[in-house]
C-alpha cells in the first residue's frame, strides 16, 4: 500500500470509522485500531473481488474504507449483504460528513505521522556509516509512540539472535553474545573492523520500530581498487558497488524483518524502508565473470538511494525483494527483468542502452 493513499483515507476519514463514527487510531497506539478495508478485495476469491477493478488499483485510495474493527469483520464476512456500490455511498456520505464536522469545529483530526522519527534514523544511519556506503532496512508503526514492545522478552531476544547474516555462508547467524540492551530497546552489533567499514547492526526498539544496517564500506573499497587496477572505465564514477552484495544484504535482511514482524510485532500496517546511503558518485557494477560483459551503472548524484512503501501483514516479501532490487538497478540506469536467473543465482541487471 502507498503511503500517500493512506494519509488520504485517514484524513479523509477523519480518523473515524465510515460506519459508526468510532474514533480510531492508527497501529503504534492501544485504543481501537483503525482498519483499511478493501472495497474490493485485493484477491479475486476475496469478498466483492469478482469486480471488474484491476488488481493495480485494489490498494489505492479509491478502493479502500476505513473501518472498526468490528465492522471490517462485518463487512467481508457478510459480504453479500455490503455489495460495492452500498460501501461507496457510505463511504462517500461519511467524507461529506467528516468535512461538514471540520468546517463547523466540531471534530479535530491529528495525522498519522511518523516522518519525525523516521528523520531522526536517517540522520544516527548517516552517523554510523561515516561516508561509506552501508544498506538499512527497517519497519515503522505508522504512528511512533514509546513503550510498545517488551524489548527484554525471550520472544524479542530469539528474533534478534535467529537473524541471518549476508556473506559466503548461507547459514550465518548473528554472534548471541553481542545481544544487548540500548537506551532504545534491543541491540545487536557487531562492527570487527570498523577501519574497514564492515560489519551489522540490529535494532527492536520499544517503539517498535527495527532495523537492519550492514555496511558495504569494506566490500566497495575492495571491488573499486580491482576495476581501476584493471584499468576499466567506470564513467568517472569516485567508488563501485557490486549489485550482488547489495542483493544478500536485501535477502538476508528482509525475510528477518517479516519474521520478527509477523511473530513478534502486532502491528498490522508498517512504513518499510530501504536505503543506501552515502551513494554520491557511486556506479553499480553488475556482472563479474566475464569482462568482456562487465555492465556499470551510472553515477548516482544522489546522496542517498531510497525504496519506501506501507506494507500490511499479507504482504510477500519475495516480490518485495525484486521490487527494491530492480528499484536499484534503475537507479543506477540499469535494467532488472528478473531476481534470479536460470540457474538460481542472482540476474544481473542489464544496461538500458
Ligand atoms: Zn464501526
Not at 457510505?90 to 471540520?102: D, F, G, N, T
Not at 525471550?154 to 528474533?159: G, I, T, Y
Amino acid at each position: 500500500m502507498i503511503e500517500k493513499e493512506i494519509k488520504i483515507l485517514w484524513g479523509r476519514s477523519g480518523n473515524r470509522c465510515a460506519i459508526c463514527k468510532l474514533e480510531l487510531t492508527p497501529d503504534g497506539e492501544k485504543e481501537t485500531l483503525g482498519e483499511m478495508a478493501h472495497i474490493v478485495a485485493r484477491s479475486a476469491d476475496g469478498p466483492r473481488g469478482g469486480s471488474a477493478l484491476p488488481s493495480n488499483e485494489r490498494d489505492k485510495y479509491s478502493n479502500l474504507i476505513l473501518l472498526c474493527p468490528t465492522h471490517h469483520a462485518e463487512i467481508d464476512k457478510n459480504f453479500l449483504d455490503w455489495p460495492v456500490p452500498n460501501l461507496l455511498e457510505i463511504k462517500a456520505k461519511h467524507e461529506a460528513w467528516v468535512s461538514e464536522q471540520l468546517n463547523n469545529g466540531n471534530i479535530k483530526v491529528a495525522t498519522i505521522d511518523n516522518a519525525e522519527f523516521l528523520k531522526n534514523r536517517i540522520l544516527a544511519w548517516l552517523e554510523l556509516s561515516r561516508g561509506h556506503v552501508s544498506i538499512v532496512l527497517s519497519l515503522t508503526p505508522l504512528r511512533v509512540s514509546d513503550d510498545q514492545i517488551d524489548t527484554m522478552g525471550q520472544d524479542v531476544q530469539k528474533a534478534l539472535e535467529e537473524a541471518n547474516l549476508p556473506g559466503n555462508n548461507p547459514i550465518q547467524k548473528v554472534n548471541r553474545y553481542q545481544t544487548r540492551p540500548s537506551e532504545f530497546g534491543l541491540l545487536n552489533e557487531n562492527f570487527p573492523e570498523l577501519p574497514k567499514r564492515f560489519g551489522h547492526s540490529f535494532h527492536i526498539f520499544r517503539s517498535g520500530h527495527c532495523e537492519y544496517f550492514q555496511e558495504l564500506g569494506h566490500d566497495t573499497d575492495r571491488i573499486t581498487e580491482t576495476i581501476r587496477l584493471r584499468g576499466d572505465d567506470i564513467k568517472g564514477a569516485k567508488y563501485v558497488i557490486r549489485y550482488t552484495d547489495i542483493a544478500k544484504v536485501i535477502d538476508s535482511g528482509l525475510p528477518w524483518l517479516e519474521q520478527l514482524w509477523k511473530n513478534v510485532l502486532p502491528y498490522e500496517y508498517m512504513d518499510f524502508r530501504c536505503m543506501i546511503l552515502n551513494t554520491r558518485d557511486t556506479t553499480l557494477f553488475s556482472y563479474e565473470v566475464d569482462r568482456e560483459e562487465s555492465v556499470f551503472g551510472h553515477p548516482t548524484r544522489s546522496e542517498s538511494l531510497t525504496f519506501k512503501d506501507i506494507l500490511s501483514k499479507e504482504h510477500d516479501t519475495t516480490l518485495l525483494s525484486f521490487g527494491v532490487l530492480r528499484r536499484i538497478a534503475n537507479c543506477f540506469g540499469l535494467d532488472l527483468h528478473s531476481k534470479l536467473d536460470s540457474t538460481g543465482k542472482y540476474a544481473r541487471p542489464v544496461s538500458m542502452r
